[in-house]
């Protein structure tokens, strides 16, 4: 009867305990950055809505996340500051940014936000992913696969818009300004609405590596905005209570893709 006690007890344990070890088994962290338009046609200025957060996005579990550092837009070349435009929006209890941008001429423009370091006390580090999303104007495709000059950003190989469900998607990883070797790329659907169920946990977040150029690919089983978020630690440290510890960087790049009906 003793032994029979234990037995349940021991049980009861590791139920309770690897039900709380599992959100953080399977829970990726990804800047989000999506506008309201991935392509504007027409030969009129038009203004779009951008969506800057930090979630889980296949679980749509928000994070706080503090006004950015920098919001902005590339295009032909140029910087154009945003982060005067950004507005809170409080998501589930948590801050998340709604921002504005102007598209007066024709072609590719890449849009950005460098968000605060946030501390991850389940990693003992801070995370710092620095976000893109390309978005196509009035017809001209020229300037998606232009680096914008970030601490460490994805340069689409594949144009990032206009893509069909099941189109193969390849990009390179950049650190510091060059490709980034066995970069770690976690991959995950934005599940809007849960409308998804993964059946285990490491369907949650698709994971893949890049090749010794950077270089990597990922097919997109379903409709929607799919976030790559390429991660590596930064060679620099930062203090926290007095001792320096780790930070992760990541390159995140979103993507759009759309069934054929």
């Known amino acids: 009867m003793e032994s029979f006690v234990k037995k349940i007890v021991l049980y009861f344990f590791l139920v309770v305990t690897l039900g ?151 990009g390179q990883v950049l650190l510091d300004g060059k490709p980034a070797p066995n970069s770690e790329i976690e991959i995950e659907f934005y599940n809007k609405d849960k409308k998804v169920e993964a059946p285990a946990g490491p369907y949650i977040t698709q994971v893949v590596h890049t090749d010794s150029q950077g270089i990597f690919s990922y097919v997109m089983p379903r409709e929607g905005w799919w976030g790559f978020a390429a991660l590596n630690e930064a060679s620099e440290k930062m203090k926290r209570e007095g001792r320096e510890v780790a930070v992760e960087l990541g390159a995140v790049l979103w993507v759009y893709v759309a069934d054929m009906r």
């Not at 948590?94 to 423009?109: N, Q, Y």
């Not at 801070?126 to 017809?139: D, E, L, W």
Request: hydrophobic share 40%.
């Open 20 to 170: 709380w070890l599992a959100p953080s088994i399977s829970l990726a962290h990804f800047g989000v950055l999506l506008p309201s338009d991935d392509i504007v046609e027409g030969n009129e200025s038009r203004q779009i809505t951008l969506s800057c957060q930090f979630m889980h996005p296949f679980e749509q579990g928000f994070m706080e996340l503090e006004k950015p550092m920098s919001f902005a837009m590339f295009v032909k070349g140029e910087n154009k500051d945003l982060l005067n435009s950004l507005k809170k929006q409080p998501v589930d209890g948590c801050t998340t940014w709604v921002g504005t941008a102007d598209l007066e001429r024709p072609g590719d423009h890449i849009f950005y936000f460098v968000p605060q370091p946030y501390w991850e006390p389940a990693e003992d580090c801070y995370i710092q992913h620095f976000t893109k999303v390309v978005v196509n104007a009035f017809g001209l495709e020229e300037g998606w696969d232009q680096p914008v000059g970030l601490k460490t950003e994805i340069i689409p190989l594949t144009r990032p818009y206009g893509l069909w469900t099941g189109n193969v998607f390849v």
